[in-house]
């Protein structure tokens, strides 16, 4: 029901948008419109202003603007105000301003998403796993990347050079050590060496079984099958390793503890 209201919603303001154009070029040229409609059929709610009905009509699916001498089978005696008395390219323009105002909207939409933007944590700079042998180990704090200190992960990846040596100053069990290293590539801190990433949700997004399962944003994962997990990492594995469609979750909310099954389904993307 609420997908619904929400599809409503949108649509009610694209067909806003779109026929506002139409009505705005028509005015613009004085062209009298009769009737300024969103939806189709009979009439819900309504009112006059000078010439111009404006109305919500019952089926939401679109919406018109009704201009005088519009119709060309329509008899007119007096041509002021007709839209068939205009020249061709101000009809062409009304026509056209309709499709335009929507192009504009998605424009100015497009952009104020980008200047609201999303905030995203950084990782911490922490050893979450190792992918191949390595000299750092497990749990290793990152504190500094080539004499600069680092806030999160991204650091330890932007200062590290891809020429010559670089040089960590490591925290491993409360010492602070310093490691040096020649020919490292930044894309070590993303293929063969990851962050600390805690088996707790931050995001769960509608539709996907997740969310059916009622899993929310700050549930921590506590166990897969039965089995404990400590990371991420380890519990993405046991979800992939998992036989069934079905798994059992152990999940930690708040001060409760409780399991939840969920069925996996096949990923569009893949097609695994």
Excluded: C
Excluded at 17 to 29: C, Q, R, T, V, Y
Excluded at 35 to 62: A, C, D, M, Q
């Amino acid at each position: 029901m609420l997908y619904l209201l929400g599809a409503a919603i949108a649509l009610g303001i694209l067909i806003t948008i779109h026929e506002g154009g139409h009505f705005i070029a028509a005015k613009l040229f004085k062209v009298k419109v009769e009737k300024f409609s969103i939806g189709f059929g009979p009439k819900l709610l309504g009112f006059r202003k000078k010439e111009t009905e404006y109305r919500i009509s019952v089926i939401p699916l679109g919406g018109y603007v009704k201009m005088k001498g519009e119709n060309p089978d329509e008899a007119i005696e007096d041509l002021e105000g007709s839209y068939s008395n205009k020249p061709w390219w101000q009809r062409a323009i009304i026509a056209f301003s309709g499709p335009f105002s929507n192009f504009i909207f998605a424009i100015i939409l497009f952009i104020f998403t980008f200047l609201i933007g999303k905030n995203v944590e950084d990782q911490l700079p922490v050893i979450g796993k190792i992918q191949q042998e390595t000299v750092f180990q497990v749990k290793d704090r990152i504190l500094e990347v080539n004499n600069q200190k680092v806030h999160g992960w991204s650091d330890i990846i932007r200062k590290t050079k891809s020429d010559g040596k670089n040089f960590y100053l490591i925290e491993r069990d409360n010492e602070q050590k310093l490691i040096s290293l020649q020919g490292i590539e930044p894309t070590f801190w993303i293929e063969d060496v990851l962050p600390y990433a805690p088996p707790i949700v931050g995001e769960v997004s509608p539709g996907l079984p997740a969310y059916e399962a009622g899993l929310k944003e700050g549930d921590e994962i506590l166990a897969i099958n039965g089995e404990p997990v400590k990371n991420w990492y380890e519990m993405r594995e046991k979800i992939m390793e998992n036989s069934s469609q079905i798994f059992e979750l152990k999940i930690k909310r708040e001060d409760r503890i409780f399991t939840k099954n969920i069925k996996t389904e096949t990923n569009i993307l893949t097609d695994e």
